[in-house]
């Protein structure tokens, strides 16, 4: 069964390929990708490698978890299931603007008066 890894700390000019070469002494590699900003396309410095075996995953996490690649200390672990991120638009999920304190200012402005 597949498992997938998390890889961290990567440098910012490694490639799919790359990555792929170094996991592929681990044990078969079924896919690799790297993470990228999706308004500026650079690579945000981890990403994903998913190892055909179980036996390979922890494998390659003995073997490359804080193994150095281009001056950098890689971290290697099993990927957690991403989170349900809450909201669904600006700002997201209950939290109220930063624009007064809920007080209507047209009395406020009354009490200023003389």
Do not use: C, H, W
């Amino acid at each position: 069964m597949a498992k997938k890894l998390y890889v961290g700390n990567l440098s910012y000019n490694v490639t799919q390929e790359q990555v792929m070469t170094l996991f592929a002494q681990a044990g078969e590699v079924q896919e690799v990708s790297l993470i990228t900003d999706r308004d500026t396309g650079r690579p945000k410095g981890f990403g994903f490698v998913e190892m055909a075996t179980e036996e390979g995953a922890q494998t390659a996490i003995k073997r490359f978890d804080n193994y150095s690649m281009d001056n950098r200390n890689l971290t290697v672990n099993e990927a957690r299931p991403r989170e349900e991120r809450s909201g669904g638009g600006f700002g997201g999920g209950n939290r109220s603007g930063g624009f007064g304190g809920g007080n209507n200012r047209r009395d406020n402005n009354r009490s200023n008066r003389y």
